[in-house]
């Protein structure tokens, strides 16, 4: 699905609620109802830097009160080494068009990282 609206539509809010749909349904499929997939990962592109950390503290906190175990990484012009570690490990990826081209093209010994996004 691409959602294409005005700036202020609400096409955040819809992120929001296809990431809520993924992160339940995968919570209802684990026979102890406990923690994410580390499989399970959704992709937040935004066209700014300041607009992806935003996003990243905001969902940062919000997901940590609903399952501690979910992971938020932020992938922008200042990211580190660090930063594309953590994308292994989060379930939630914050990045720009420009760094996820750049993340995408060095993924090729980690094909099982593109096969584990969910949500684009």
């Given at each position: ?21 993924l ?11 406990h ?19 935003e996003?990243y ?35 939630v ?20 990282l ?7």
């Amino acid at each position: 699905i691409v959602v294409s609206a005005p700036t202020g539509a609400g096409k955040t809010a819809v992120f929001e609620m296809a990431m809520g749909r993924l992160f339940a349904s995968d919570l209802r499929g684990r026979p102890d109802g406990h923690g994410i997939s580390k499989s399970r990962k959704v992709v937040y592109i935004s066209p700014s830097k300041a607009l992806c950390e935003e996003r990243y503290d905001d969902w940062s906190q919000r997901l940590a009160n609903v399952d501690p175990s979910l992971e938020c990484a932020c992938v922008t012009g200042d990211a580190g080494q660090d930063s594309y570690r953590n994308i292994a490990s989060a379930h939630v990826i914050v990045t720009t068009p420009e760094k996820w081209d750049g993340i995408t093209r060095r993924w090729t010994d980690h094909v099982f990282l593109i096969g584990s996004v969910k949500l684009l």
